[in-house]
């Protein structure tokens, strides 16, 4: 019997659930980038007849013994002319398990900025090596852009296997050397495989050429790998695009969702004006559906009238992006005219477009070894990390969590070009790179702290007391901030100067840029401590009550204010006590996944080992544990006037 003849209908209805990846190539000069491409189309039938007869006299014109697939993606005269890519290159093709968009992307150091641009979209990088020139400083510094655009899965092509003999040792020498450089990047999902765009071996169909490689040909790893799990399907954001009013009975805002699901009923906050409302409708392209998720652009119309125009956004009341003014971020500068801080460019951020200025140039990156260099300016291509100010808040999120909510693009006002692309980054936190040159303007050993006449003695002597810092640890509900107040209003009415740094106030404020993951309760705690040594140098006594779930972050506290000050008292409630006292209703919205980290439920609390004190708050009321802490402060010494 012949082989079924499958109708063109039945292909279709196949390929219309087929996902779709996009992926882009890149790596050093003449490494085989666009070979490669036009091998996997040419071998996977992505090209058209009238694509290939274009193709095979292109080749003969230019003299070409076979056909030179590279003219596939190298559509520029001058592209053709030097044999390399200048310009990113897009081409479609499509496979009965997967639809595909390939960016063809530089290779020249001169075109750095396009390489980024082209992978900025991408799910998956191919970074080709040349097996017989071995790891390059452009392979590592592509490799590090990718990183940096939050690409998690990444294909080391070892090409020209045909020019090294197809020899298992030189695959495997720039396996390890590779590897060595990656240990620094940020890269979950890292693949070699050896091949050769020139002959066709291991790009569509595994090679007999090279027994001893065992995994798959690359167009089946393409086909395989799994993308689906790194969208953010969690954080709702729906930065609005457009109001649309086609007639007084109807008002849509339109946009595309970049991250989460959004369903119909759904409680939703508008931002900046906090005012909530819910999802009265969803619109799709086919009509009204019940939800919708990223990246789906939709029509949104909701159940109460609220000034919402371009630039706002739509989140979950639980579940909110940072609101910033100021902004860390990892930037890679594409402009000719170097990057000068102080400058006031157009920043384009979602659907927002506000004014900004780079207000610190913290350092440059050199990607070939990761570490971290002084500089003044950021030069063309050249990646640094730095401060930029807004002229209104930002609502966004960490690149890793978000890519569309933690990028944002630089355009200079005056030439309308884009001059950077920034990854925001979580506060504090620093990429994987060395520490900086000896003598850097980034090191800070070299900064002295200001000292007045007024000496420590003297504030005793006036205020009668000798400065301390009561941090109160505990869980949500023990009581810390019930008792802080307490506290304070007693050593008020003895006569001592005190003060009380609360976790809910400081968050409101100091704070108010940082979200509440481990690094950002880090620098929190950071903060509050800094502030309290700060306030105990004027001679105050300071109460803090903040959660501080980590042993090591209430340990760096106590660093920073210093052993003879810092009084840890922990509040020792149980769970069950703690959430019978929730007013707020935290816990509850915890246990029901609206909160993410909270401690206690979903995130550990680490108790303290040796406090100076541990009131069991669970079981007595809160005067009697601020009169415990008045007591100890008494007895040691801390009232000797």
Known sequence: MGAAIVKPEELLMRSRGAELLRFSTAGSVDDGKSTLIGRLLYEARGLYEDQLAALKKDSARFKREELDLSFVTDGLKAEREQGITIDVAYRYFSTPRRHFIIADTPGHEQYTRNMATGASTADLAIVLIDAQKGVLPQSRLHAFISSLLGIKHLVVAVNKMDLAGYSEDVFRSIVKDFDAFSEKLNIQDLVYIPLSALKGDNVVKRSGRMPWYEGPPLLSHLESVHILSDRNLVDLRFPVQYVLRPDTSFRGYCGRLAGGVLRRGDELLALPSQRRTRVRSITGAGGEVEYAFAPQSVAVTLEDELDVTRGDMLVHPANLPQIRREVEALLVWMDREPLTPGKVYWLKHTTQLLKCSVARLQFRIDPGTLSRRDAAVLNLNEIGRVTVQCFRPV????????????????????????????????????????????????????????????????????????????????????????????????????????????????????????????????????????????????????????????????????????????????????????????????????????????TGVSAPYEAPEAPALRLKTGEEPAGLSAEHIRLYLEQNGFFKF
Request: net charge positive; with cysteine; glycine share 12%.
């Open 395 to 598: 609502f966004c999120d960490e690149y890793s969590k978000n890519r569309q909510t933690g990028s944002f693009i630089l355009i200079d006002p005056l030439t309308h070009a884009t001059a950077g692309a920034g990854m925001i980054i979580e506060r504090g936190s620093l990429p994987a790179t060395d520490h900086p040159a000896e003598g850097s303007a980034a090191d800070s050993r070299f900064l002295l702290p200001g000292e007045g006449t007024v000496s420590p003695g003297d504030r005793e002597r006036l205020l009668k007391q000798k400065p301390a810092t009561v941090w109160l640890t505990g869980l949500s509900g023990s009581g810390k901030s019930t008792v802080a107040y307490e506290l304070e209003r007693k050593l008020m009415a003895a006569g001592r100067l005190c003060c009380v740094l609360d976790g809910d106030n400081i968050r409101c404020g100091l704070s108010r840029d940082l979200d509440f993951s481990p690094g950002g309760r880090r620098e929190n705690i950071r903060r509050v401590a800094e502030v309290a040594r700060l306030l105990n140098e004027a001679g105050l006594i300071v109460i803090t009550a903040f959660i501080s779930p980590c042993r090591e972050d209430r340990g760096q506290a106590g660093k920073i204010i210093g052993s003879g000050r810092f009084i840890e008292v922990f509040l020792d409630a149980s769970v069950e006590v703690c959430e019978k006292r929730d007013a707020k209703g935290l816990y509850k919205k915890a246990r029901a996944g609206l909160i993410k980290e909270f």
